[in-house]
Every structure is written in C-alpha cells, then in structure tokens.
C-alpha cells in the first residue's frame, strides 16, 4: 500500500516512544485509528527496530503522483526502463514467434 501523505504517520506515531519495532509501530497505530490507510501503510513495514518517526516514513512507499488515473499508471509501469525492472514490466519488441502468430489470426479472419 502506497502513501500519498506521510502527515497521518507523523500524527499517528507522534506519541510513541522510539526506538519501537515494526509489531509496536503497527499495535499502536491500531489503537488509534484502526482500520485506516495509514495503519494498513504501516503493515506493509519491513521488520525491524525503528529510531523515530522520520526513519519510520522513509521505510514506507509513497505515492509521488496520487492524482495520476489507473490507466496513467499502468502506462508509467510499462514504459518504465529502469536497469533492474521485472523484464515482464517493460516494454519490449514483439518476438518473431509472436509476430508469426499474430500474422495467422489476421489471415484466419
């Protein structure tokens, strides 16, 4: 789960004691606000011992762009060309055995 705005964590672990591990971190939150989408961010944490709420919202994902629609989204992923992404996230060249087959379902119609 992807934040938009990390002002819900600072608000809901402003109140905690540091240093606290991710199981303390996610208790708390849902005794403050269950069921939110900040708790379920938190979830998402990795395991581990946190020293402060800073190090807390560095650890979890942000959404830099919230306003960006599914379609937009999908097309940022597939265009996405980063060394070290999923190969089934990029966007490649069809493959010859593809290009075959695609000519044989044009000319089945």
Avoid: C, N, W
Wanted: glycine share 4%.
């Amino acid at each position: 789960m992807k934040l938009a705005d990390t002002r819900q964590i600072e608000e809901l672990l402003g109140d905690l004691a540091f240093p606290a591990s991710k199981q303390k971190i996610v208790e708390h939150a849902h005794g403050r606000r269950p069921e939110t989408q900040a708790e379920r961010a938190l979830a998402s944490l990795p395991l581990g011992t946190y020293d402060s709420v800073a190090e807390v919202v560095r650890s979890l994902p942000i959404d830099p762009d919230p306003g960006r629609s599914p379609s937009e989204q999908d097309h940022q992923r597939r265009r996405h060309e980063k060394p070290g992404l999923a190969e089934h996230m990029r966007h490649s060249e069809r493959s010859p055995v593809e290009e075959e087959l695609s000519r044989e379902d044009d000319e089945d119609l």
